[in-house]
């Protein structure tokens, strides 16, 4: 089919791409795109790059770029002088990477733990990419982040030559799972010439410092914010026992969803130019890691037996390590969740969906 078919049919069917639309809509249509976009920002942490590249990737349309920064100016200036940078520089020497899976980065993110929801993910050292990140109930328990370790290498069927970690107590399960596996999977790496896991100080283990960063100011403050608004405004009561495993329930549900979106948002941007880095730049961190000849990289994934790592997780504890409530309440609150018919869960509607399930799951009570 040639490109003249495409067009015309795309013509018959009225579909029309993110530039076309854009041209279709007035000025006042567009500032309501930019406005819509940042009222999900209420901490106003999320840069015009960021709200840029979040209206083409949420409502498919591309906004000029100097349109979204005036109107943020005219909006919302008090944005630009909190984003100013003020921190203090640590300086790094350049990295070399040599490919994807060469190693991965794990931390846990304690900045939501004021509102009971700690994280735990993995990054791609060499290309950023996001690997997984997870809401769970304890990001401090050896096993759960040993588990969560064991998860990743079963989805892509293997294991990095080397993991980055702080020094935390929680990582020394997940230390002795990765050594065990590197001596009986990958021999011809010896142990005493590169080790399996690496420990470092957060500040040097930047490919996942970096992303905490930027999860912080677009996804993390928005969830605190928005769960201690709700007590504030007395949507939520902490002291109710039926609330609060309601909300156990419900949040990292919605927590886990929006976590999800967010990963896949920061792993499609573009990444900023940058002649000096060794490695990829100028593109997306998928492109970077779906297309790593390009940049010179390889593939460093160490294969290993699926089965045994599934046995692994089971003898940790497996999902059980990660669920916030017991299973009958769980079962409980997804057929009332199921007969709302609810389409999408964000933090925009969070309490509001709390307060329709609320009288289904507790009928007895009164909210």
């Known amino acids: 089919m040639s490109v003249g078919t495409i067009k015309n049919r795309r013509a018959e069917l009225g579909l029309h791409g993110s530039r076309s639309k854009k041209q279709n809509l007035t000025n006042q249509e567009k500032t309501q795109l930019v406005l819509q976009t940042m009222e999900k920002d209420p901490t106003n942490g999320q840069g015009k790059a960021t709200i840029h590249a979040r209206i083409a990737w949420d409502l498919g349309v591309h906004l000029p770029r100097n349109f979204v920064s005036d109107t943020m100016h005219i909006y919302c200036p008090e944005g630009f002088e909190m984003r100013s940078p003020n921190t203090k520089k640590v300086y790094r020497i350049k990295k070399g990477p040599v490919g994807i899976h060469e190693r991965w980065a794990g931390d846990g993110h304690d900045k939501l733990n004021s509102i009971g929801f700690p994280i735990w993910a ?128 419900l949040w990292p549900k919605m927590l886990q969803e929006t976590l999800d979106d967010f990963c896949a948002f920061r792993n499609a941007a573009k990444m900023r130019k940058n002649h000096e880095k060794l490695g990829p730049s100028g593109c997306s961190r998928n492109d970077a890691f779906e297309n790593y000849e390009a940049w010179g990289g390889q593939d460093l994934l160490q294969s290993v037996d699926v089965e045994r790592i599934r046995e692994l997780q089971s003898m940790l504890g497996g999902e059980d390590l990660i669920k916030f409530v017991p299973d009958e309440f769980a079962a409980r609150a997804q057929a009332a969740y199921d007969m709302l018919g609810i389409q999408s869960l964000r933090m925009e509607n969070v309490w509001a969906v709390f307060s329709a399930l609320y009288p289904i799951v507790f009928p007895a009570m009164v909210l």
Request: glycine share 8%.
């Open 122 to 249: 993995l990054i791609d050292d060499a290309t950023g990419k996001w690997l997984g990140a997870w809401v769970v109930p304890n990001n401090r328990l050896g096993p759960v982040v040993a588990y969560l370790f064991l998860k990743k290498i079963e989805e892509y069927g293997g294991m990095p030559l080397q993991t980055s970690l702080d020094c935390g107590s929680e990582t020394t399960v997940l230390f002795g799972i990765a050594n065990a596996l590197r001596e009986f999977f990958s021999p011809d790496y010896p142990l005493d010439e590169l080790q399996a896991v690496r420990y470092m100080r957060s500040i040097h283990n930047i490919s996942v410092e970096r992303s905490w960063g930027r999860m912080k100011i677009e996804w993390g403050n928005n969830a605190v914010n928005i769960y201690q608004t709700g007590i504030q405004e007395g949507k939520f009561d902490p002291e109710s026992e039926d609330q609060v495993l309601l909300v156990r329930w």
